[in-house]
C-alpha cells in the first residue's frame, strides 16, 4: 500500500514552508515512500515499551535570571540579509 | 619540515627548543593547504591572516622565554557546522553561504583559550546531512588515499584535514557517525564523545537529542589532550553531564571484549570483515577475552535514528527562514514567499527531504506511529547496549560495513543504501554512550576502521584502551 504521493509530498513541504523544484518532487515522493516502507518493522514493538526521549536525565536546569551584556550586537544585525537602523527589514506583514 | 609525523607535544617541544617557530610551522601547514585543497577539497573558509598574527605573538612569547599553554600555536581546523569567530560558519550549506558567526562554539573557545590557532572550517555535508560530503553545497571532499572515493561524512573535510597533514587536530561534529565514519574512511583516529560531554553551544544544531563536538587527530595522545580540554559542564548547555566516575585502566590487565553477532552477519563486506577478524584474534592471544552477544534490537536502529534525527532537523532549521542571516530569495515581496523561495534554493535536496521527513513523522495522526515507535526503538536499543556492556569493558565493531564510496555518477548509491551503513555508528549515538574510530587496516588501499564503544563517560576508559591496542 502506498503511503505518499506526489499531492502529499507538496503538502508537508507546504507545512515546512519548503517550496520544491518540480523535478524534486517525484524523486522525494519515491524515497520518502521507500524510508517509510523500510520504517513499518517499528510498529512490531509492543506499546509497552516506554519512549526514551531525554538520554542524560536532566530536567530544567535553572540559573539565575541575571543579564549579561553581549559584546557583538552590531555583527548580529549586519548578519541579516536586510537592515536599516539597527533593524531586521522583511517584506511587508500585514496589508494595509 | 615534515608535517607527517607531528603531534601536540612533538610541536611544543620543537617550539620550546627553537627547532623551528610557530611562525614557520602555521606557514608549512597554509604551504600544504595551497598545494592540495583544490584536489581535495577540504577547507570551506581559510584564517591564514589572523592565523598569522596569533603565530607572531606565540613566537614572541617563546623567545621572551614565556611558560606556553598546553596548546599554545597549535594548528587546529573546525567543521563548518561549528560556530567560529572567525572564518565563516556556513554548516556546509548554501543557506548559511557567507554566514560570520557572533561567537564560538564553547568546545573552539576553551581550545583558543588554552592557545590553540585556527587554520580553517572544514567541509561537510550540509547540516551534517550525509556520509559522503556529497551533500554538501561546496563539493565532495576527497579520500586522502584515493581521489576516486570520497572522504567520508558528515565531516569529511574536518578528517581529511587531519589524514592529509594540514593541521595538527580537528574539531567535528557527530549525529550518527559523522566524525567516526570519515576517521574510518580516512585512516585516522575519531572520537564521539557520551552525549553531553562535550557542550554543544556553538553547534549548529542537526538532531538535538544526538549531537556531539568531538576530536580527530593523527595519533591517540592528541585525541586524548583534545578531548580533556574540550569536555564538561557548561551552563550554555544544560544537557552537559558532569564527570563522577575515575577510570584508571592497568597495561596488563585482562579485559573483557564483546562482539555482536547482528553486526557480522548480513551486508558486511567480507574483506572489512577478515581485517576485523584478524584484529580480534590478535586480541585474543594477547589476553583479551572475547565474547559473543546478540542485540536483537539492531534491526530497529536505522529506521530509529532517521526518523528521531530528521524529526529533530525539521524542528531546529525552520529558523533558516531568510530573516536573520544568511541567504534571502532576491526579488520576493510577500513574506510567505520569502521563507518558500530562501528553503527552496538554501537547502541540499537531502535537507529538504530530512525535513520533509521529520515534519511528516511529527504530523498529527502520525506522530505516534513514527516518531514515539523510534522513541521506544531507542529505549530497546539503549537498554540492550548496557546489558552487554555491564558484562564486558567494551564493545569492539567494524565501524562501517562498507569501504568509502567511488566517486562515480553512472554507480550512484541507493540513498536508503546509504543510510543502512550507518547501522553501526548510529546504535552508540542513540544509545548516547561513547564510541571511539581506531584505524586497523587496508583493503585495496582504502583504510578500514574499528569502532571501540564505551559506557556514558567512559571516554577515559576507551582512550586508554585504544593506546593499549596501539
Redesign the interface.
Known amino acids: 500500500m502506498q503511503i ?1 504521493d506526489e499531492t502529499s ?1 507538496k503538502h ?2 507546504k ?7 518540480n523535478e ?1 518532487i517525484p ?2 515522493a519515491k ?2 515512500e ?3 516502507e ?2 513499518e ?3 512490531e ?1 509492543p506499546d509497552n ?8 536525565g ?1 530536567f530544567n ?1 535553572f ?1 539565575e535570571d541575571v543579564v549579561v551584556d ?1 559584546k ?1 550586537k552590531e ?2 544585525i549586519s ?4 537592515s536599516k537602523d539597527g533593524f ?1 527589514l ?4 500585514l496589508n494595509n | 619540515m615534515n608535517l607527517k609525523d607531528l603531534n601536540i607535544k612533538k610541536i611544543h617541544n620543537s617550539f620550546l627548543n627553537k627547532e623551528y617557530s610557530c611562525t614557520d610551522l602555521i606557514n608549512n601547514y597554509f604551504e600544504k593547504i595551497n598545494e592540495i585543497n583544490s584536489d581535495y577539497n577540504i577547507y570551506t573558509s581559510l584564517n591564514k591572516e589572523n592565523a598569522l598574527n596569533q603565530a607572531k605573538i606565540i613566537d614572541e612569547k617563546i623567545a621572551k622565554g614565556e611558560v606556553l599553554r598546553k596548546l599554545d600555536g597549535i594548528p587546529f581546523s573546525v567543521k563548518d557546522s561549528i560556530c567560529t569567530l572567525e572564518c565563516k560558519s556556513q554548516a556546509g550549506s548554501n543557506i548559511l553561504k557567507g ?2 558567526a ?2 564560538n562554539a564553547t568546545a573552539v573557545e576553551k581550545l583558543i583559550n588554552e592557545g590553540a590557532i585556527l587554520i580553517g572550517k572544514t567541509n561537510c555535508d550540509s547540516f551534517g546531512h550525509g556520509s559522503s560530503t556529497k551533500n554538501s553545497d561546496y563539493g565532495i571532499t576527497k579520500n586522502p588515499y584515493s581521489l576516486d572515493h570520497v572522504a567520508g561524512g558528515s565531516s569529511g573535510g574536518a578528517a581529511a584535514s587531519v589524514a592529509l597533514n594540514t593541521c595538527t587536530f580537528a574539531i567535528g561534529e557527530d549525529t550518527g557517525g559523522s566524525i567516526r565514519e570519515p576517521a574510518s574512511f580516512c585512516g585516522i583516529y575519531g572520537l564521539k564523545p557520551s ?2 560531554r562535550v557542550s554543544r553551544y556553538g553547534a549548529i544544531a542537526y538532531g538535538s ?1 544526538l549531537d556531539t563536538i568531538g576530536p580527530l587527530a593523527n595519533n591517540m595522545l592528541d585525541i586524548e589532550i583534545v578531548q580533556k580540554i574540550i569536555e564538561g559542564l557548561d ?1 550554555k548547555d ?2 552537559t ?1 558532569e564527570d563522577k566516575k575515575i577510570i584508571e585502566l592497568e597495561n596488563k590487565t585482562v579485559k573483557k571484549i564483546g562482539i555482536i553477532k547482528e553486526f557480522l552477519d548480513n551486508g558486511l563486506d567480507l574483506r572489512i570483515r577478515d581485517l576485523f577478524d584478524k584484529k580480534l584474534e590478535e586480541y585474543e592471544t594477547n589476553g583479551f577475552e572475547i565474547q559473543e552477544f546478540h542485540l536483537p534490537s539492531t ?2 536502529a ?3 535514528y ?2 528521531i534525527a530528521c524529526s529533530e532537523t ?1 524542528s531546529n532549521l ?1 529558523r533558516f ?8 530569495a532576491p526579488n ?10 530562501t ?2 534554493y538554501g ?1 541540499s ?1 537531502e535537507t ?2 530530512r ?3 521529520g ?2 513523522a511529527l ?1 498529527a495522526g502520525y506522530a505516534d ?2 516518531y ?9 536499543i ?1 537498554q540492550e547496549l548496557e546489558d552487554i556492556l555491564k558484562e564486558v569493558d567494551f564493545i569492539l565493531t567494524p565501524t562501517s560495513p562498507v569501504l568509502p564510496y567511488e566517486i562515480n555518477p553512472i554507480k550512484e548509491i541507493d ?2 543504501t546509504e ?1 543502512l551503513a550507518d547501522i553501526y555508528t548510529v546504535i552508540p549515538s542513540l544509545a ?1 554512550v561513547c564510541s571511539l574510530n581506531v584505524p586497523i587496516g587496508f583493503v585495496e588501499k582504502l583504510p578500514v576502521g574499528m569502532q571501540i564503544i564505551g559506557g556514558v563517560l567512559d571516554e577515559n576508559k576507551v582512550m586508554e584502551f585504544a593506546k593499549i591496542l596501539g
Not at chain 1, 548578519?79 to 536586510?82: E, I, L
Not at chain 2, 520576493?332 to 523561495?341: A, N, P, R
Open positions: 505518499v509530498i508537508i513541504a507545512l515546512s514552508k519548503i517550496a520544491l523544484k524534486e524523486v522525494l524515497q520518502i521507500q524510508i517509510l523500510y520504517v518493522q517499528l510498529n514493538i515499551i516506554a519512549p526514551l526521549d531525554n538520554l542524560t536532566n536546569k540559573r553581549f557583538n555583527k548580529i548578519n541579516a540579509p536586510k531586521i522583511v517584506p511587508k506583514v | 554566514f560570520e557572533t561567537y552525549y553531553g537529542s551552563e544544560a544537557t553531564i534491526k530497529y536505522v529506521a530509529s532517521y526518523l525539521s525552520s527562514d531568510g530573516v536573520k542571516f544568511g541567504f534571502r520576493v515581496t510577500k513574506l510567505e514567499d520569502m521563507y518558500l523561495q528553503k527552496e537547502f535536496f529538504k527531504k525535513i520533509i521527513l515534519t511528516y504530523s506511529k513514527y514515539k515507535k523510534a522513541c521506544s526503538a531507542r529505549s530497546l539503549k540513498p536508503m543510510y548516547g
